[in-house]
């Protein structure tokens, strides 16, 4: 089974077949039933928008455009855009706002070239994002960091919500993803008091069991 391949899905069923001799290929029509599915499902769920973050990418004026405001805070959460370019997102458009002054928060096992770069890098135990992403939004919630004229007027459920990630504080995030506390309340408080904040998607949260739930 593999997921979007844009232009290198056709290679893949012939590799298999020279190499393993497997009868077995699935491509389900749409490959991004695996991946990019998931991901533009949870946002419409959660946000009511297919979203990704403003680099000025869809301004023809780009930095000069006055509507324009670079986000304060970036969070790269399990993906390498500046190799990678994943779904047209050029990682290139996250250097140009880092010159421009943007703190990044990079999230991934790896030591990257962007995780060398960043204000913070948390060195994340493999298949354990939900956890901190529970983690930072139970730090969030209780420091009263986030929009509360939003939630009162716009979600449903805060309560449950808040509720529920209780269960992750960072002293518990940590034991299971081997991140010290210390970095994910730095990384929650970076995040929520940065106005505007992005996330530059991956697969991080969107290949789990608990990943729409979660993001």
């Given at each position: ?106 999230i991934d096992p790896s030591l990257t070239w962007l995780a060398s770069k960043a204000d913070l890098w948390l060195q994340i135990r493999p298949g354990t994002d939900c956890a901190l992403a529970m983690s930072m939004m139970d730090v969030i919630i209780k420091e009263g960091l986030y929009d509360k004229d939003f939630v009162e007027k716009w979600t449903y459920g805060f309560e449950d919500l808040a509720e529920r990630v209780a269960q ?48």
């Amino acid at each position: 089974m593999i997921g979007t391949g844009r232009n290198t899905c056709f290679q893949v069923p012939y590799l298999v077949y020279a190499g393993f001799g497997s009868p077995n290929f699935a491509l389900g029509f749409l490959s991004g039933d695996a991946c990019y599915l998931p991901r533009a499902a949870q946002q419409i769920v959660m946000q009511g928008i297919f979203s990704v973050m403003d680099a000025s990418q869809m301004f023809e004026k780009r930095y000069d455009d006055e509507e324009w405001v670079r986000p304060e805070c970036i969070i790269v959460w399990g993906n390498n855009p500046v190799a990678s370019n994943a779904d047209s997102y050029f990682g290139h458009w996250i250097t140009d706002c880092m010159k421009l002054g943007s703190k990044l928060i990079v999230i991934d096992p790896s030591l990257t070239w962007l995780a060398s770069k960043a204000d913070l890098w948390l060195q994340i135990r493999p298949g354990t994002d939900c956890a901190l992403a529970m983690s930072m939004m139970d730090v969030i919630i209780k420091e009263g960091l986030y929009d509360k004229d939003f939630v009162e007027k716009w979600t449903y459920g805060f309560e449950d919500l808040a509720e529920r990630v209780a269960q992750y504080p960072p002293e518990v995030a940590a034991e299971i993803t081997w991140i010290p506390k210390e970095q994910i309340i730095a990384a929650a408080r970076m995040y929520a008091t940065s106005k505007p904040a992005s996330i530059q998607w991956g697969l991080a949260l969107d290949m789990q069991i608990t990943g729409i739930a979660s993001a």
